[in-house]
């Protein structure tokens, strides 16, 4: 592992609890801070180019939110689905969540999330994709699973990391990024930052966010 700065601090600009779960899984000490920052396409904006967007403005709206000190580092991160050319983000309702599910029952889709890591001399960011194909699914497993509460802040509809995962039938890529924040993409960006990881025993109660 490269060398860390010790005096470097990562923010996390974001609420999700699962992302907040996989930071604390690979030992990274961090802080949170939920940023506001409005999630629309921009007309003809490409998926890529929309969840670049986005993480890169969450991470500049947390560093604005904590000061923007000299050893901290912003974390942003955005996740869409992908299926047919259309964009799937939060359903607003259930029959847009109904619609996302027929579109993703026995096919496959790409699932992008974007991470940018931001400090006060440097940006990093980077997209995942993960290919992930769901099972036949019928109506009443779609109305089950709409039930359960879990789908109505999930992009694409579903949360592979939960009661979603009866859904998948076969994932090619990353399982982290599919929750939410790709460990394996962000693991080299970390370390051009200098901020550790593997930072305290699993077996201790300091695995928590600091």
Known sequence: MPEIN?????????????????????????????????????????????????????????????????????????????????????PRDFNDYARMMRLLAGAEHRVLTAICLTGAAATFREVAETRVRFRDLSRHQIEAYWETGEPADKAGGYGIQGMGALLVAAIEGSYSNVVGLPLETLAPLLERAGIGYWQFDKRSELGRAQ
């Open 6 to 90: 010790p005096e470097n601090r990562l923010l996390l600009a974001s609420a999700s609890p699962r992302r907040a779960e996989l930071l604390v899984q690979v030992g990274v000490p961090f802080s949170t801070a939920a940023t506001a920052v409005e999630e629309a396409r921009a007309p003809g904006e490409d998926p890529q180019s929309y969840v670049l967007r986005l993480a890169e403005e969450k991470a500049r709206a947390g560093r604005a939110l904590a000061g923007s000190a000299e050893n901290l580092w912003s974390l942003g991160a955005d996740t869409v689905v992908v299926a047919e050319n259309q964009v799937l983000e939060k």
